[in-house]
């Protein structure tokens, strides 16, 4: 089955969080199977900081036909997030007051903002209530505060590898890639590359969280005990690097990189357990044993203050991208927390 790929249209005038105001704005989004007429089937899927408006791409372990979520069986959507480069509006689009490229002038967004802008496709397509809404890393940030601010829409919440707050040790991870972007001269240029090789080296930055000393132990060893130079760790470095410039750009990673730093659902909320109180969807906490960058301590607070939500771990030797690896695990998880009523005891998965 084939996925729809569609365009949504907002020509209204878009109030940011922050202040500033998109005078409209279109989102790129992605539906795959057929919609129960009581909503019954339908899954929205959040994506991650560099993903697509194409889950069964990015995540094809667990999305596509005969996969746990199957669009024989379930509607699904994922929209491409509000800055992005892969057709929504961002800072490559055309800013209508000047009629040329926003570039650098494009407003920071927050959190709130891009779920906003979900908020008003759900309404666009009539979707009454969201069965499952699932996300993992900038993906879950955006599900978790969703269901803060539309609490009545959603049945079931799956976090996964994400917070309720970025932590400083992210924020930092998040810095040095933009200060790689900066150090890049053709950064200030009015230009769609501008910042290219610089973001090179931020993705470069960004894999070191994203993996962990044990990943890069076992897929990066050297190829002989006597090696002194042309290291298989260098060279994948500079492949992810050379791979990531083809497909992104560095204005997107700025902006996005920007966002998950803000993220923060207690703001002008009394406070982050507060704002964790105010979900109403059974949930489940997905944590990964070996995540540096989103430390399963951060899932295990989420977990204790959303009500009767559920804590699992999953074990990955990649770290924080196991979430996008790990499909038969997470698979079993969620299968085993969804035919669970009542409380689900941890579970021992390989």
């Given at each position: 089955?084939?996925?729809?790929k ?6 209204y005038?878009?109030?940011l969080e922050?202040?500033?105001e998109l ?5 790129a989004?992605?539906t795959?199977g057929t919609?129960n ?7 929205w899927?959040?994506h ?7 889950a069964?791409e ?7 036909e005969g996969?746990y979520?199957d669009p024989?069986r379930h509607f699904?959507v ?5 800055g992005?480069t892969?057709?929504s509006?961002?800072a490559?689009?055309?800013n209508?007051?000047t ?8 407003p ?10 979900m908020?008003?496709?759900r ?11 699932i996300g ?5 940030q955006q599900a978790?505060e969703w269901a803060?601010q539309a609490?009545?829409?959603?049945d079931e919440?799956?976090?996964?590898a ?6 400083p040790?992210?924020?930092?991870f998040?810095?040095s890639q933009?200060m790689?972007?900066?150090s890049d001269?053709?950064?200030?240029d009015?230009n ?10 931020a ?5 070191l969280?994203y993996r962990?000393y044990d990943t890069y132990?076992?897929t990066?060893a050297?190829d002989?005990?006597?090696q002194t ?5 260098s ?5 992810q ?6 497909r992104?750009?560095?204005?997107a990673y700025w902006t996005?990189?920007?966002?998950m730093d803000s993220?923060?659902v207690?703001r002008?909320r ?8 105010m979900?109403?969807a ?6 990964i044993?070996s995540?540096?960058l989103?430390?399963v301590?951060?899932q ?6 959303i009500p ?5 771990e999953?074990?990955?030797l990649?770290?924080?991208?196991g ?12 299968k085993a927390w ?6 689900l005891?941890?579970l021992s998965?390989?």
């Amino acid at each position: 089955m084939q996925p729809e790929k569609k365009v949504f249209k907002y020509p209204y005038t878009y109030s940011l969080e922050l202040g500033r105001e998109l005078h409209g704005f279109e989102l790129a989004y992605t539906t795959y199977g057929t919609r129960n007429e009581d909503d019954s089937n339908v899954v929205w899927v959040c994506h991650a900081l560099t993903g697509s408006a194409n889950a069964a791409e990015w995540w094809d372990g667990l999305i596509g036909e005969g996969k746990y979520f199957d669009p024989a069986r379930h509607f699904i959507v994922c929209a491409n997030v509000l800055g992005s480069t892969y057709g929504s509006t961002s800072a490559l689009s055309t800013n209508p007051d000047t009629f040329e490229p926003y570039y650098h002038e494009f407003p920071v967004i927050t959190v709130r903002d891009i779920v906003g802008t979900m908020d008003l496709l759900r309404q666009e397509l009539e979707i009454r209530r969201i069965s499952v809404c699932i996300g993992g890393s900038l993906g879950g940030q955006q599900a978790l505060e969703w269901a803060i601010q539309a609490p009545d829409v959603f049945d079931e919440l799956i976090l996964i590898a994400s917070n309720a707050v970025h932590s400083p040790w992210g924020v930092a991870f998040n810095e040095s890639q933009r200060m790689a972007i900066e150090s890049d001269p053709s950064w200030k240029d009015r230009n769609p590359e501008a910042g290219t090789h610089g973001m090179k080296v931020a993705r470069s930055i960004a894999l070191l969280s994203y993996r962990n000393y044990d990943t890069y132990n076992f897929t990066q060893a050297r190829d002989n005990p006597d090696q002194t130079d042309d290291f298989r760790a260098s060279s994948y470095q500079r492949y992810q690097g050379d791979k990531f410039m083809r497909r992104f750009n560095a204005f997107a990673y700025w902006t996005l990189t920007k966002v998950m730093d803000s993220h923060n659902v207690g703001r002008n909320r009394g406070g982050i357990v507060h704002a964790l109180g105010m979900v109403k969807a059974r949930t489940l906490v997905l944590g990964i044993k070996s995540d540096i960058l989103f430390p399963v301590a951060e899932q295990q607070f989420q977990a204790r203050h959303i009500p009767d939500a559920v804590y699992q771990e999953i074990d990955s030797l990649y770290g924080h991208d196991g979430f996008l690896i790990e499909y038969k695990q997470l698979s079993q998880v969620i299968k085993a927390w969804q035919e669970s009523k009542g409380r689900l005891e941890p579970l021992s998965v390989q």
